[in-house]
T-cell receptor
Framework: DVKVTQSSRYLVKRTGEKVFLECVQD?????MFWYRQDPGLGLRLIYF???????EKGDIPEGYSVSREKKERFSLILESASTNQTSMYLC????????????FGPGTRLTVL | GIQVEQSPPDLILQEGANSTLRCNFS?????LQWFHQNPWGQLINLFY???GTKQNGRLSATTVATERYSLLYISSSQTTDSGVYFC??????????????FGKGTHLIIQP
């Protein structure tokens, strides 16, 4: 079975803090993705990566950065957290092929106070 | 960018009923997936179905790519089927790496 894990289920941070969200997959997938989910807005793509040290912006990259130093690990970084970044963050991974079904982690519910 | 519309937005059914959820998309796609989001927020993969028909137990899905829609059928509904069902399509021209664009989902409630 595909396993995508995220470092925390719930996280509470203060405005201005630097926040790291970690995602690890065990299927040797090339692609990894970060999405956020908000009521009324659905799931939106923040960033994705198709290889180590490679990254591509999604639809809403502002206020975020990412890091991929190893194939199995993809980090989302909030350089200076703000209250409008309170959200559910979901990580996903897939193969870099024409058959690229995405598999999701359990999500991290981040609250910024 | 590509638009994904799901209908109905909300659906309340009695246990044992059948249902059909629809997903319309605005352009050709290389990847279409159906997910069920459980009450804890986990997205569970139901189908990877850019075209054709697939079945898995009480669930089946059909995508008619030329007409840009997909249908998810749930038969003999159970209370555990409750939750939000998402359709998501892959943006871009395919070839290996791109994010998914999600519809707003169908919130399904199965009453005992």
């Amino acid at each position: 079975d595909v396993k995508v894990t995220q470092s925390s289920r719930y996280l509470v941070k203060r405005t201005g803090e630097k926040v790291f969200l970690e995602c690890v997959q065990d299927m040797d997938h090339e692609n990894m993705f970060w999405y956020r989910q908000d009521p009324g807005l659905g799931l939106r793509l923040i960033y994705f990566s198709y290889d180590v040290k490679m990254k591509e912006k999604g639809d809403i990259p502002e206020g975020y950065s990412v890091s991929r130093e190893k194939k199995e690990r993809f980090s989302l970084i909030l350089e200076s957290a703000s209250t409008n970044q309170t959200s559910m963050y979901l990580c996903a991974s897939s193969f870099w092929t024409s058959y690229n079904e995405q598999f999701f982690g359990p999500g991290t519910r981040l609250t910024v106070l | 960018g590509i638009q994904v519309e799901q209908s109905p937005p909300d659906l309340i059914l009695q246990e044992g009923a059948n249902s059909t959820l629809r997903c319309n998309f605005s352009d050709s796609v290389n990847n279409l997936q159906w997910f069920h989001q459980n009450p804890w927020g986990q997205l569970i993969n139901l189908f990877y179905i850019p075209s054709g028909t697939k079945q898995n137990g009480r669930l089946s899905a059909t995508t008619v790519a030329t007409e840009r829609y997909s249908l998810l059928y749930i038969s003999s509904s159970q209370t555990t089927d409750s939750g939000v069902y998402f359709c998501a399509v892959e943006r871009g021209s395919g070839g290996g790496a791109d994010g998914l664009t999600f519809g707003k989902g169908t919130h399904l409630i199965i009453q005992p």
